[in-house]
């Protein structure tokens, strides 16, 4: 009855299409009698309903090669190319359509279709709930996943929003910006809202490295140097991904958060996840199934799936370029170029990465999985280019609060009960980049306090004078005496200088070793101090022959790290825990020869990034290191979980603790996660033996493989950028 019904309403729209197009006919030349038109009609919404049913899957796979932006804008192509076909079927031809025209009745029938379907299944909540149920219950047959039934175990949906703060969501909750979040937190047997620390490195990369396997050892930053293979390493990066989840994995001697019938689903890592979709680190590895965009068919394989996001992509790139043009037109302050492609990579990350994750895991709710883990970035991407705290932003928690809604209300539905975890990996601070405020780039000041050439924009600030003066005066050398092109000799080989928000990395790659203060100073002799006493930059990090690692800051500050202190000296405005989280980054192996952080105002709660960006993270200050844990009251308190001797902690600090209470929130409803079979798989290329699993002491469990159970993979892969 359904399917007659949505056939109906699709012929109607056809009808009405007919009469409103001109280049749209479903009539002879000769013209036809009433009822001759409506059987025209339905034949051709009947052909299309089964073109779409049939051959619409088949070009989807097809079309995987493609990447995945190319294909949101196919959309619209095959959706119209369909209806043209079906339209050839309809018998003595009278139905045609010119190709424009096409699309546009092909998307309409699409929506109105899907609208009709989602109407009719609503309004008979038990039906819904049979037919889900079934078409799960058939997937779990064909992968031989054992069934759930609401009397076990509940399971567990972890949802990152990616970027937003502690403040900026209990703000959004207050402000009814997110009713589902805020209702979350007035209800008595509801959320309750904890914030965490990040480490130094406040970035997707460490953070969800840290929650999802237990270790982020040794990444300094989003991007990094590393002078033994002469690579620089970038979180966002499938085979840099990739590398860093085969690190954790042998430190941990554990395959991740999700080993245990879990599914993985829009991040950075796997966390050991049988069940991937859009996983960055997998998109590196080859192979059935592992393709970086077959995350996208289970999705796209629906023609109104794809209709309804290539349609919300397209208006979402025109509200881009309608909020950066009243921006420019408003002279709103601070403010970046964003670009023309940067339209086309918001709307990817606010529509399409939304849509399917958010699919991907209510598809992995009604196949009764324990454990699912999901990032959308929709905020974070949002943020960085139009502020923390803009308009904009607050109307991305507002969609992102509605597919909240979406999940909550699937869960009524799903065979087994869901507990549904909010988290974010970090936050944003907001303010103007270092490049706009003081006129260079950090790489220009850097190469300025070196000797080094630099561009002429940038020899004519403030800050580049003062630098290549503070190189003549720590030469010896009369600084009227110099011309504007005189230079001092480069290096055997350039300072390489990255940036991640308002963290920047400074390495010399013919220096083997960690660089030191003494070194440096032999070398650039202006360059820690034209550096520290900088006023966009807060504090230096550096090795020391004599005093071992010291922080540099204003006024020749010089603090050994063993003897910092938070609230004084250079770490004055940080806040507590920075000096903790200096000392843990200064024991990484590949800490940069310099780091450097940005200056950091407490009263404006403002950085300066070395990057493009007016909403930032990744160092020390502010909001930035200030993300959330919004959990059901039924679980263990986090503070309790990593508290010692029976005492709940002051705090919670650090994506590794974060990951700890996770695991803890499994093992109470659980037992131990312990893979559910003995077999062996490849992570990087390289084959990883026999390992041991955390038991719930925290002791190894000796023989199982790194990366889970080892059952089949579901959607694929995909690459975020």
Do not use: C
């Amino acid at each position: 009855m359904r399917v007659i019904a949505v056939w109906g309403v699709s012929t109607l729209t056809m009808l009405v299409l007919a009469g409103i197009l001109p280049d749209f006919q479903l009539q002879s030349a000769d013209g036809d009698s009433w009822t001759k038109t409506a059987f025209t009609a339905a034949w051709g919404a009947g052909a299309f309903g089964l073109l779409s049913a049939l051959v619409w899957p088949l070009l989807v796979r097809a079309l995987l090669i493609v990447p995945a932006l190319v294909l949101g804008l196919l959309v619209f192509f095959l959706n119209g190319s369909l209806l043209i076909v079906a339209l050839r079927l309809i018998p003595d031809g009278r139905g045609a359509a010119a190709p424009e025209t096409a699309v546009v009745v092909a998307a309409a029938m699409s929506a109105v279709a899907s609208a009709t379907s989602t109407a009719l299944a609503v309004r008979d909540d038990n039906a819904y709930r049979r037919r889900l149920s079934r078409l799960a219950e058939r997937r779990r047959r064909r992968s031989g996943t054992p069934g759930t039934d609401g009397d076990g175990p509940p399971g567990t949906v972890f949802l990152q929003l990616d970027g937003v703060g502690h403040d900026v969501l209990a703000r959004a909750a207050a402000d009814g910006v997110m009713p589902t979040v805020a209702h979350w937190l007035a209800d008595p047997a509801g959320h309750r809202l904890t914030p965490w620390r990040t480490d130094w490195s406040s970035q997707t990369g460490a953070s969800q490295l840290g929650i999802l396997h237990g270790s982020n050892h040794d990444v300094p930053a989003f991007r990094w140097y590393e002078k033994e293979t002469g690579a620089v390493m970038v979180s966002s990066r499938p085979a840099s991904a990739l590398e860093l989840q085969r690190r954790a994995i042998l430190r941990t001697h554990d395959g991740g958060l999700l080993t245990v019938d879990g599914a993985s689903r829009g991040n950075l890592f796997s966390g050991g996840a049988d069940q991937l979709a859009l996983v960055l680190s997998m998109a590196a590895r080859r192979g059935k199934g592992r393709r970086s965009r077959a995350g996208y068919f289970a999705y796209f394989t629906d023609p109104a799936n794809a209709v309804r996001t290539a349609l919300s992509f397209v208006a979402e790139a025109g509200r881009e370029i309608g909020q950066s043009t009243r921006a420019r037109i408003r002279k709103e302050t601070p403010r970046i170029k964003r670009g023309w492609l940067y339209p086309f990579i918001r709307a990817f990350a606010t529509v399409v990465e939304r849509d399917v994750v958010v699919a991907a895991v209510i598809g992995d709710m009604f196949a009764g999985r324990t454990a699912v883990y999901a990032d959308l970035v929709a905020y974070d991407e949002v943020a960085h280019h139009s502020g923390p705290h803009g308009r904009d932003a607050r109307k991305v928690l507002a969609r992102l609060d509605r597919a909240l809604a979406l999940i909550v209300k699937v869960a009524e539905h799903t065979p087994r009960r869901y507990r549904v975890v909010l988290l974010s990996d970090h936050g944003q601070s907001p303010g103007e980049t270092f490049a706009g405020a003081y006129g260079l780039t950090l790489k220009d000041l850097v190469r300025a306090g070196s000797g080094l050439p630099v561009p002429r924009r940038a020899q004519r600030t403030r800050s580049g004078s003062e630098a290549r003066d503070a190189v003549r005066i720590a030469l010896h050398r009369p600084v009227a005496a110099q011309s504007e092109e005189e230079h001092v000799a480069a290096t055997p080989s350039d300072p390489v200088v990255l940036a991640s928000g308002n963290l920047g990395l400074i390495s010399f790659p013919d220096i083997a070793g960690r660089a030191t203060q003494e070194q440096l100073d032999r070398r650039h002799p202006a360059l820690l101090g034209t550096l520290a006493n900088h006023p966009g930059i807060g504090f230096l990090l550096v090795r020391s022959e004599r005093d071992g690692s010291v922080v540099l800051g204003r006024d020749g500050a010089r603090v050994p790290v063993a003897d910092l202190t938070d609230g004084q000296g250079p770490l004055a405005p940080f806040g507590p825990g920075a000096a903790d989280a200096i000392r843990r980054t200064d024991t990484f192996p590949h800490v940069a020869d310099v780091m450097v952080n940005s200056m950091y105002d407490p009263e404006t709660d403002t950085v300066h990034a070395f990057e493009e960006q007016i909403g930032s993270h990744g160092g020390l200050g502010g909001a930035q290191s200030r993300p959330f844990l919004l959990w059901p009251r039924e679980m263990t308190d986090p503070l309790e979980v990593v508290g010692e001797d029976g005492a709940p902690a002051a705090e919670l600090v650090g994506a590794e603790s974060v990951h700890r209470v996770l695991r803890h929130w499994l093992r109470e409803v659980s037992g131990p996660q312990v893979p559910l079979r003995d077999t062996r798989r490849r992570t990087g290329g390289r084959r990883f033996g026999r390992r041991a699993v955390r038991g719930a002491d925290g002791t190894g469990a000796p023989g199982f493989p790194a990366g889970g159970s080892g059952r089949g993979t579901d959607a694929g892969t995909g690459a975020r950028g």
